[in-house]
């Protein structure tokens, strides 16, 4: 009932208007990719944490097991090599000076003895710094 000027029947005084209220039929699906991509950087994120925790677990246990050698060796050097070693060298000595041993033995013996002390010290040095790198892989002091 619109007459050519935009009025209604003629009157000035009354206008038109309208109202658009937009539907988000499209929404869900926007919504549900969204979700689906989070779901898949949570799982991305989980999955990258067990992979660091798996591998601090493999270089612990891997210290572990190089500590546990090297207190294992230093254990036989301090208790039982070197002693030894030392005996012999006292034997060689004996024998030198009662004249039925030669300088040669006595030098060979006393090599040894040094070889294995010089053994230990690496051995030392070694347990020392595995303790060290396993400390810096758990982040605490492991000997005070």
Known sequence: LRDGDGTRNRRSDMRA???TIPIP????NKQGA??????ATASSILSD???TQNQVRAEVARL???ITHQ???LALLVRSVIPQG???VASAMANYQAGRGDLTSLLAAQTTVFDLELGYQRALSDFAQKLAELAA?????LVS
């Open 17 to 19: 208007a309208a109202v």
């Open 25 to 28: 039929i499209q929404k869900k």
């Open 34 to 39: 969204e979700v689906a991509a989070m779901r």
């Open 49 to 51: 944490q067990r992979a």
């Open 64 to 66: 572990y097991s190089d």
């Open 71 to 73: 207190r294992t060796l």
């Open 86 to 88: 030392r005996a012999s």
């Open 137 to 141: 892989v758990v982040g605490k002091e």
